[in-house]
């Protein structure tokens, strides 16, 4: 049973307004948790706020003014983050400072100035989107894993220096999901039939992961339910971490 179990959270989730982010927010909300999403392009509602991950000053004050309208915080969902493709000679280091700038840093800079809230709170907890690409290595994507394993690792530190403040951290692994920048790369494919094929045949279940699937995983790592997980990297990838099937 899940109704009700985030009654009375309040929730900050960035990258809130579509893909992934946009399912978490659909699911905490479900659950009864009250949801502020951070976005760069948010939504027209009062609980939706402007944010660049990748400015401190913008940072802050989109914390400042969602924790005001909240009356608190007791869950971040650092979920903001983009895409890179290639090997490791393909991208110049502006681009990889860039990547760095809003899937690491940009989880960084949440965290900072969320932590003084979420101490305030008896049922804290931090969830890091992460990725398979921070465990299996993909071919074409040397930046983007890059940026996926320094999330994991900082998972597991933050979990360490948080857990006796009562602040659980946790990270979900989603596997390749039916998003919209999976979709751009798709349309951007000779042929992108071909290459949604390769992508679903990749995963031991046979198909893209589904944005509502990895939003029921945060909700679990947010419940007051899970006080004993921390400093987890739980995986939604039909199996690709783990499993090695043989060919059908």
């Not at 900082?154 to 039916?178: C, F, K, Q, S």
Request: with cysteine; glycine share 8%.
């Amino acid at each position: 049973m899940t109704a009700g179990t985030h009654e009375g959270l309040r929730a900050v989730v960035t990258g809130g307004a579509s893909g992934i982010g946009a399912a978490i927010v659909a699911a905490l909300r479900d659950r009864g948790a009250t949801v502020a999403v951070l976005d760069l392009q948010p939504a027209d509602d009062a609980l939706s706020f402007r944010c660049d991950v990748g400015d401190d000053t913008s940072v802050r004050s989109a914390v400042a003014d969602a924790v005001e309208q909240l009356g608190g915080l007791d869950v971040l969902v650092n979920n903001a983050g983009i895409g890179a493709q290639g090997t490791v000679e393909d991208n110049p280091d502006d681009e990889w400072r860039r990547v760095y700038e809003v899937n690491v840093l940009g989880a960084v800079r949440l965290s900072r100035a969320c932590l003084p809230h979420l101490r305030d709170s008896d049922a804290a907890s931090i969830v890091n989107t992460c990725s398979i690409a921070a465990t299996a290595g993909l071919p074409q994507r040397a930046l983007y894993s890059a940026t996926k394993g320094a999330i994991a690792a900082l998972t597991r530190a933050m979990a360490a220096d948080h857990l006796r403040e009562g602040i659980r951290v946790n990270a979900v692994n989603p596997g390749t999901a039916d998003t919209p920048w999976v979709a751009r790369l798709l349309e951007r494919a000779d042929d992108p039939a071909a290459e949604r094929a390769a992508l679903e045949a990749r995963q031991p279940h046979g198909r893209l992961v589904a944005p509502e699937e990895v939003a029921e995983a945060v909700a679990y790592l947010t419940s007051p339910l899970a006080r004993s997980t921390t400093g987890v990297d739980l995986a939604v990838d039909g199996g690709m971490q783990a499993l090695r099937l043989r060919p059908a």
